[in-house]
């Protein structure tokens, strides 16, 4: 089993920073790719941004430029990196970890229990 235990979040004003962190735990034999997704009030769940094994990034057309993916291979931390925060950015952040177990042959995925950013105008 793998736990992740995101933090981080909080309550900003437009144009400030925040960053988000994932630790994973558990029996992990390798992590794949690494993501964030985000939650606004009464909408979907949507991707942010993603992060390979290899350290290659891609983002969603409205955080590009603004935020960025890091990862901490030997932490097993995936980080989110949030500057200019607007009020659209406003959710729930969530974490998503491809993970390889140990005794598995295939990766599973497993989601974060999301943390609550607020960006006040």
């Known amino acids: 089993q793998v736990q992740l235990v995101e933090s981080g979040g909080g309550l900003v004003q437009a144009g400030g920073s925040l960053r988000l962190s994932c630790a994973a735990s558990?029996?992990?034999?390798?992590?794949?790719?690494m993501s964030w997704y985000r939650q606004g009030p009464g909408k979907q769940r949507d991707f942010v941004a993603v992060?390979?094994?290899?350290?290659?990034?891609n983002y969603a057309d409205s955080v590009k430029g603004r935020f960025t993916i890091s990862r901490d291979n030997a932490q097993k931390t995936v980080y989110l990196q949030m500057n200019s925060l607007k009020p659209e950015d406003t959710g729930v952040y969530f974490c998503?970890?491809?993970?390889?177990?140990?005794?598995?042959?295939?990766?599973?995925?497993?989601w974060g229990q999301g943390t609550q950013v607020t960006v006040s105008s």
């Open positions: 998503n970890v491809n993970v390889r177990e140990r005794g598995r042959l295939s990766g599973n995925v497993y």
């Open positions: 558990g029996s992990i034999f390798s992590i794949n790719e």
């Open positions: 992060i390979t094994s290899g350290g290659s990034t």
